[in-house]
Every structure is written in structure tokens, then in C-alpha cells.
């Protein structure tokens, strides 16, 4: 059974930075895209910045290029996105997910929060 564990949420001040991980398990996930996804309260679910299984990375040009970047480890089985310059409106929960493409997900983690304060 795959399962997907996000890890590094939490409160930081505008400007500041953090680094969200997620751990996958339950399959050879060096098969399989991986990325990240936000939703915070009242709004759709966006997408955050995904990375092939051959590393080729893609992000939203709308708030996340530039300032985010998300790396793999096919040997942890682990998506990292470090995330810089943290604004106000990044206060989200972030979802991990992988799939048989970006944007096609099949499996989704149970989210970690993150809060930047102004």
C-alpha cells in the first residue's frame, strides 16, 4: 500500500524559509512523478511544482518559480520543496502526491501546514 508522509510545516515570518519533505512508501517511486500541491482554506487546490521521474522540474510561474525548488531522492524515496522568500499568501496545506505524470496524480499524502505571518 503506498503510502506518502509530509514532514516540515510550520510557522515562519514573511521572508523566511522552510523545507518540506515527503517520505513515500509502498512502491518503486523512480517510476513515478512526484510534486506538490497547495490548498488553503476557501480557495482551489493549485499546483505547486512537480518533478519527473527523470528530473525534470516544473513549477507554477505564478508564485513558485523563483523562489521555490523541488528536488528528489529516489534512494530515500523522498520529494523535498524548499521554499524561500515565504509570503503571507503561501500560508496554505501543502500535499505531497506522485503519479504516472505531473498533474495526473494517483497518490496523495495527508498534507502539512505551513503559516507565514506578516
Known amino acids: 500500500q503506498v503510502q506518502l508522509v509530509e514532514s516540515g510545516g510550520g510557522l515562519v515570518q514573511a521572508g523566511g524559509s522552510l523545507r518540506l519533505s515527503c517520505a513515500a512508501s509502498?512502491?518503486?517511486?523512480?517510476?513515478?512523478?512526484m510534486g506538490w500541491i497547495r490548498q488553503a482554506p476557501g480557495k482551489e487546490r493549485e499546483f505547486v511544482a512537480g518533478?519527473?521521474?527523470?528530473?525534470?522540474?516544473?513549477y507554477n510561474v505564478d508564485f513558485a518559480k523563483g523562489r521555490f525548488t523541488v528536488s528528489r531522492d529516489n534512494a530515500k524515496n523522498t520529494v523535498y520543496l524548499q521554499m524561500n522568500s515565504l509570503k503571507p499568501e503561501d500560508t496554505s496545506v501543502y500535499y505531497c502526491?506522485?503519479?504516472?505524470?505531473?498533474?495526473?496524480?494517483?497518490?496523495w499524502g495527508q498534507g502539512t501546514e505551513v503559516t507565514v505571518s506578516s
Open positions: 509502498g512502491g518503486t517511486f523512480s517510476n513515478y512523478d
Open positions: 518533478i519527473s521521474r527523470t528530473g525534470i522540474s516544473t
Open positions: 502526491a506522485v503519479g504516472r505524470s505531473t498533474y495526473n496524480w494517483d497518490y
